[in-house]
């Protein structure tokens, strides 16, 4: 699932006419989501897109269960949720609150996260035994309550320069943690993105869809792709 893939996809189909509605629905690897289309002009300029609920549970990440220390609360709710727990990584305790957003993410909150050594640390989380599937990282710093500033560390990936279901993550548990509001407007390298976690529990993401260039690629070039 990619937040701002299906956003990118929306405008696509919108733009050439496979799709006339302004309100379409997208299935995904992440379940089904609908997208509300900014069509001012004639051509997508930018959609909102419900991104669901969010899965706090630590079996829904998934994360391996503590062995120790657990409270028998954390044992009643399917062992848990992860806010605010202590992970050690390169030999020092950070803080980390798990969110899955049809994907895993990890979120950490920094002092400045510009300077933070993503390229070092995202790997480490990426790969951590408490994440038997590894996951997404967010490093995070807060400006105010209705302002984040992240990067990403994607799984499988490395830094991104955007992260739509990262920014939903983040934004949970900004509100999770006491540092953010439920009405927030995230800066990324890529863009700001505003998230939005309403009262039905779902998370609602808006940003822009621009068309930067297009491409043909061939039948056997995508197999040879697809086989790698």
């Known amino acids: 699932m990619c937040g701002n893939g299906v956003r990118v996809f929306a405008k696509y189909v919108f733009d050439r006419g496979m799709h006339t509605d302004p309100v379409m629905t997208v299935e995904t690897l992440g379940g089904i989501k609908t997208i509300k289309l900014d069509t001012t002009g004639g051509t997508v300029r930018a959609a909102r897109v419900d991104m669901g609920e969010p899965r706090l549970l630590r079996s829904e990440i998934p994360m391996a269960t503590p062995r120790r220390g657990r409270s028998r609360q954390d044992v009643a709710n399917e062992h ?22 049809g994907n895993p993410h990890c979120v950490t909150f920094v002092d400045d996260v510009d300077s933070y050594p993503v390229e070092k640390i995202g790997p480490q989380i990426e790969n951590h035994p408490v994440f038997p599937k590894r996951t997404n990282v967010e490093f995070v710093e807060v400006i105010n309550p209705r302002e984040l500033k992240q990067r990403t560390w994607e799984r499988g990936t490395g830094e991104t320069l955007a992260c739509g279901s990262g920014s939903c993550a983040s934004v949970v548990a900004g509100v999770l943690t006491g540092r953010a509001g439920r009405k927030v407007t995230v800066h990324l390298r890529g863009g700001d993105l505003l998230i939005e976690w309403l009262g039905d529990n779902h998370l609602y993401m808006t940003g822009p869809a621009e068309e930067v260039f297009e491409g043909e690629v061939s039948a056997a070039e995508c197999s040879r792709w697809m086989e790698n």
Not at 92 to 97: A, G, R
């Open 80 to 101: 848990g949720r992860a806010v605010n727990e202590p992970l050690k990584v390169a030999g020092k305790k950070i803080e980390i609150t798990c969110v899955s957003m």
